[in-house]
């Protein structure tokens, strides 16, 4: 997963398709690849590291090269490392395919093109669409290179961006979008592809944004798209005119808001293979048995900042399913601490970097411990990846705004599916509720598509509140631990004071600082304890402070709320992760209103590498 672009036309292929590749480098990767046809044959140059990297190979580009693929790797399955980059090759090493995406399957797929004679290179899931792609060649010899491919694709269960070279046409490139952006830019003379615009603004502003389903044949006379029975599909072309900064950003002002619009993708990602339809979890990176998920008699997660709130998020479900006591742990105390851990232990590490020193010290004196260690990661090759007993890796691909929403979101999710995944194979006594959550999870992204249509009311919200001079953010059960996060999220890019409250402590010392002026976001999504919360803010609302409540879209308007935002409604346990998206959304809005610095908030670093 992370970056594609490609070019077809009458300049340097190489060149061109290493400098967009440049133009993609803020969305962070690992290493970087290309493939393109010279003298009569394929060539794939790969370098880990840094596109530089890959550029001294190339040192003297043949100029006559007109056709090039190029990829930037995140790594998503198997480390970072040169064999794993893309482009990845077929036996023969006549076809090469770049990839965005996740293929589902490729473990059965794998072993079936595995049994069938083919030999893999990498740990990639990648390299399985290249070894089918032979496959199809060779099955079906008369047919046309697009439909070799297209008919390769139907074995495929998952997201794909792809492009594909093959020696035996040698001026044509393929591609093919399902789940996964790409895009084709229209110059003179000369066609461009990309997995976002702004790798192309530099040659063209003419683009053409492929659907899912849509497949492409590009050869310097054409670019023709088809569906996969291959029926011609009609795409205009639409005029970009953004300058160069908002391009990087997908046309958003900030980093963090584009990583909030990506909050639904990153939950189908999340979730993307590890669950059946009938609800079935399936973790393969975590290989214990039955026996060892049922040896752990105590856990613990651990993290920092975002990530230590998705694991007090996620707590009362673990709790819930496993009938354990969880505990969740600040690193930085958690590292100083004397834990009375042992073999009976499982301490789960939350990061998304895997990088926070912090985190990592936690995780080296948990082993000490004899604990078993997990860590629930984003960027697959980083420390807290490589070191930890075993990794469930989130899938929420690169962040690069300091203030962490989409990553968020999938930690919570990651924990649900663990939660699952450790119930059902230590036989917890728990059937019901895990029934129950597994029909629930899958209809996160479709509910996250709804708290994002809130933004318009979020944003009038943020107008109404952005002169507060201090924030109370209260709720009880799970939505104490929503309420901590957002106060995080407001304090770190508007700069105003914010505090998390369980909402039953207002009384014990915080009303105090009730007054007008003073704003207070009132969670109230959890349904047993809706009154008591109602009662609370009315506490707040009688000290002249302003009350904003956010409550499910079945509940009767309180008469406590100056402003009200009304959620999708779901089960208790998936409200997290529902209430935290308008929550990112107006703590963006209120520092855009502030005219604050979002992604680059002052004093704060994106990975804490030191202590
Ligand atoms: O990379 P990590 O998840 O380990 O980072 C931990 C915290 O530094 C991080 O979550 C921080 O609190 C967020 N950037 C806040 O938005």
Same mark, same amino acid.
């Given at each position: ?33 290309? $493939? ?115 008919? $390769? ?45 702004? $790798? ?48 990087? *950003? ?238 995080? *999220? ?28 003073? $704003? ?27 009350? %904003? ?42 520092? %855009? ?19």
């Amino acid at each position: 997963m992370c970056g594609i672009t490609g070019y077809l036309g009458y300049r340097s292929a190489i060149q061109i398709s290493i400098a967009n590749l440049k133009r993609l480098e803020y969305r962070g990767y690992d290493s970087a690849g290309l $493939a393109y046809m010279y003298n009569g044959k394929l060539q794939v140059l790969k370098a880990e590291g840094r596109i530089a990297n890959l550029e001294q190979l190339t040192q003297q580009p043949p100029q006559e090269v007109g056709m090039a693929i190029a990829h930037t790797r995140w790594a998503t399955h198997g480390p970072p490392c040169t064999a794993n980059s893309h482009p990845h090759a077929d036996c023969s090493g006549d076809i090469a395919v770049v990839h965005n995406g996740i293929i589902e399957n490729y473990a059965l797929l794998q072993t079936r093109l595995t049994e069938a004679g083919h030999t893999f290179q990498s740990e990639t899931d990648t390299e399985t669409i290249a070894h089918l792609i032979e496959e199809a060649m060779s099955l079906m010899p008369d047919a046309d290179f697009a439909e070799q491919v297209r008919t $390769a694709l139907k074995h495929i269960e998952g997201s794909y961006a792809i492009a594909v070279l093959c020696k035996k046409y040698p001026d044509t490139i393929f591609v093919a979008r399902q789940d996964s952006p790409l895009i084709i830019g229209h110059g003179e003379q000369e066609t461009l592809i990309a997995s976002d615009i702004p $790798a192309v603004m530099q040659y063209t502003r003419r683009v053409t944004v492929l659907q899912d389903g849509d497949c492409a044949i590009i050869t310097p006379q054409s670019v023709v798209i088809t569906n996969h029975a291959g029926e011609i599909q009609n795409r205009t072309a639409m005029y970009v005119d953004w300058d160069d900064q908002s391009a990087e *950003k997908g046309g958003f002002e900030h980093f963090m808001l584009k990583e909030i619009h990506e909050g639904p993708r990153t939950m189908r990602d999340t979730l993307r293979g590890r669950m059946s339809e009938a609800g079935t979890i399936s973790l393969p990176d975590l290989p214990l048995t039955n026996a060892q998920w049922a040896s752990y008699r105590n856990v613990t997660i651990i993290g920092c900042g975002t990530a230590y709130h998705a694991g007090f998020a996620a707590r009362r479900m673990l709790e819930q399913l496993l009938q354990r006591q969880v505990d969740v742990q600040v690193a930085s105390e958690f590292r100083y601490s004397s834990p009375i851990l042992n073999q009976e232990s499982l301490v789960i590490l939350i990061s998304q970097s895997g990088e926070t020193a912090d985190t990592l010290a936690a995780m080296r004196l948990a082993k000490q411990k004899g604990a078993a260690t997990l860590g629930v990661v984003n960027v697959v090759g980083s420390s807290l990846a490589r070191e930890a007993d075993m990794r469930l890796i989130t899938q929420a691909g690169p962040e690069i705004g300091v203030a962490s929403t989409k990553a968020y979101l999938a930690q919570v999710a990651a924990l649900q599916l663990l939660g699952l995944h450790m119930a059902a194979s230590a036989h917890a006594p728990t059937a019901m509720l895990q029934q129950q959550m597994s029909s629930a999870l899958p209809m996160l992204p479709a509910l996250l598509e709804r708290c994002l249509t809130l933004e318009p009311q979020v944003k009038e919200l943020a107008a109404h509140l952005a002169h507060c001079s201090c924030f109370f953010f209260l709720g009880r059960g799970y939505d104490y631990a929503t309420a901590l996060e957002a106060a995080l *999220k407001l304090k770190e890019i508007s700069y105003i004071h914010a505090e998390a409250y369980p909402a039953g402590e207002m009384k014990h010392g915080p009303l105090a600082l009730v007054e007008p002026g003073v $704003a207070t976001v009132g969670l109230c999504t959890q349904k047993n304890l809706r009154d008591k919360m109602i009662s609370n803010l009315k506490e707040v609302k009688a000290r002249g402070g302003t009350v %904003l409540v956010l409550q499910r879209e079945t509940d009767v308007q309180p008469d406590c709320a100056d402003y009200l935002l009304t959620l999708p409604d779901a089960p208790d346990f998936l409200m997290p992760i529902i209430a935290m998206l308008p929550l990112q959304l107006l703590a963006y809005h209120v520092a %855009l209103q502030r005219g604050c610095a979002i992604d680059q908030p002052r004093n704060l670093a994106k990975s804490v590498t030191v202590e």
